[in-house]
């Protein structure tokens, strides 16, 4: 579960790439994936093959560069605001994109749990990242993971 921040929208119809989306009011879908804010989400789960959050994280950035070989990909500073109630800080990666194909950049924000990672990414209008990168940040700090365990001692109710 995400936090929606005031002033947006949140979409959970079904569509191709991700989860749910947001984006800001007085917008639509698809006005704000071409020109303006808009963020997806996806949870990720981790195999074998990429236990980590490091190696989801890779992956989506081979995937890009072997279709935009143009794409620039950098790693920010994580997040620090966000302190869960033992002390610890939630394992984060922060990276920024720059994709010829947008007008701006594209932020991603992964949020590692012990199953999986939740995938935030934020379509940024150019030259307003610091408006937005901040509603980033704060959709990420929001985040509640839970996970279910498989309890198979239990027999069919």
């Given at each position: 579960?995400?936090?929606?921040?005031?002033?947006?929208?949140?979409?959970?119809?079904?569509?191709?790439?991700?989860?749910?989306?947001?984006?800001?009011?007085?917008?639509?879908?698809?006005?704000?994936?071409?020109?303006?804010a808009?963020?997806?989400?996806?949870?990720?789960?981790?195999?074998?093959?990429?236990?980590?959050?490091?190696?989801?994280?890779?992956?989506?950035?081979?995937?890009?560069?072997?279709?935009?070989?143009?794409?620039?990909?950098?790693?920010?500073?994580?997040?620090?605001?966000?302190?869960?109630?033992?002390?610890?800080?939630?394992?984060t990666?922060?990276?920024?994109?720059?994709?010829?194909?947008?007008?701006?950049?594209e932020?991603?924000?992964?949020?590692?749990?012990?199953?999986?990672?939740?995938?935030?990414?934020?379509?940024?209008?150019?030259?307003?990242?610091?408006?937005?990168?901040?509603?980033?940040?704060?959709?990420?700090?929001?985040?509640?993971?839970?996970?279910?365990?498989?309890?198979?001692?239990?027999?069919?109710?």
């Open positions: 579960m995400v936090g929606l921040p005031k002033g947006w929208l949140a979409d959970n119809e079904p569509r191709s790439g991700f989860q749910f989306s947001m984006y800001p009011v007085l917008w639509t879908k698809e006005s704000a994936m071409k020109r303006g808009f963020l997806y989400g996806n949870i990720v789960l981790k195999t074998d093959k990429e236990p980590a959050m490091e190696a989801i994280a890779e992956r989506h950035e081979r995937e890009l560069l072997q279709k935009i070989p143009a794409a620039i990909f950098k790693r920010l500073n994580t997040p620090e605001s966000q302190v869960k109630e033992d002390g610890e800080y939630p394992r990666l922060l990276r920024v994109g720059f994709i010829p194909s947008y007008g701006g950049p932020y991603s924000l992964y949020v590692d749990s012990p199953k999986g990672v939740l995938l935030l990414v934020m379509l940024c209008p150019q030259g307003k990242d610091e408006t937005y990168l901040p509603v980033l940040k704060w959709i990420g700090g929001t985040a509640l993971m839970m996970t279910r365990e498989d309890d198979t001692s239990m027999g069919a109710v």
